[in-house]
């Protein structure tokens, strides 16, 4: 058995090497706590991205497994530096489970159409707007459900056909009218069959421009940020971006 403190004497690399040479499993657990770091960095930076579906100790947990599979997989003369080549496989980690947790619920519109019933029947009944918390409760949806489907809500208004046929790709707000919207049965129904088209043309993007999509307009990220999260360069985040939006023109265009 290696002692702790002859560990704690040597560098990331010399612990790397030394793993690579005897395959230890004091050395790779000693490795695994020095880079826990980079694991709590991305989880901070990236929480909006799964905020809604999981909690900050799930990604932990898994960062750990990821850390644990990298220091078997790394090769120093293959590979950049450690903590490039770790970073890279926790932001895809944390990416893939978002992913299985389904971004986006299958029944959306009808989630949706509870959730403004909720809000207006509770609206009535306290005499102003319900918390998010008190129209959850009311729905007995979990919180976290609760507000990722308003991000998902929101998405759906700022994806608006005025912002899919726009050339420059800027962000624009639904405009329906000033109006109450209940009062006018035709543009409520365009309004939710706008937002179920689009939903549908949403899924069928890539899963790269999903995510792209999602952290651009429900995160309210900018272009640099989400190059960070995803690990590519901010042009080509840009690149799928566009790609996103040429898609969502297209199959809107055919609905219309």
Request: hydrophobic content about 40%; glycine content about 4%.
């Amino acid at each position: 058995m290696v002692p702790a403190d002859y560990l704690e004497e040597k560098t990331n690399e010399e612990l790397l090497e030394m793993y690579k040479a005897e395959g230890k499993l004091e050395v790779k657990q000693a490795l695994v706590m020095r880079y826990l770091y980079i694991v709590r960095t991305i989880a901070l930076q990236m929480r909006n991205v799964y905020s809604g579906t999981l909690q900050m100790e799930d990604i932990i947990n898994e960062g750990v497994i990821a850390i644990m599979k990298s220091i078997d997989r790394y090769d120093s003369e293959r590979d950049n530096k450690f903590e490039t080549f770790i970073s890279r496989r926790i932001r895809g980690m944390i990416i893939d489970l978002v992913r299985k947790n389904d971004w986006m619920p299958r029944d959306f519109r009808k989630q949706v159409k509870l959730v403004e019933d909720a809000q207006l029947a509770l609206s009535r009944s306290l005499g102003r707007q319900p918390s998010d918390e008190e129209t959850a409760e009311f729905l007995e949806m979990d919180i976290r459900k609760f507000r990722k489907l308003q991000r998902m809500s929101i998405m759906m208004n700022v994806l608006s056909l005025d912002m899919i046929t726009d050339d420059e790709g800027e962000r624009q707000s639904l405009q329906l009218s000033n109006g109450d919207v209940d009062s006018q049965p035709e543009k409520a129904f365009l309004k939710g069959e706008s937002r179920q088209m689009l939903a549908e043309a949403v899924e069928s993007l890539k899963e790269k421009e999903k995510m792209v999509v999602s952290l651009y307009y429900v995160e309210e990220l900018n272009m640099g940020q989400i190059a960070q999260i995803l690990g590519v360069s901010e042009p080509r985040i840009s690149q799928i971006h566009s790609s996103a939006i040429r898609k969502l023109k297209a199959y809107m265009s055919s609905y219309m």
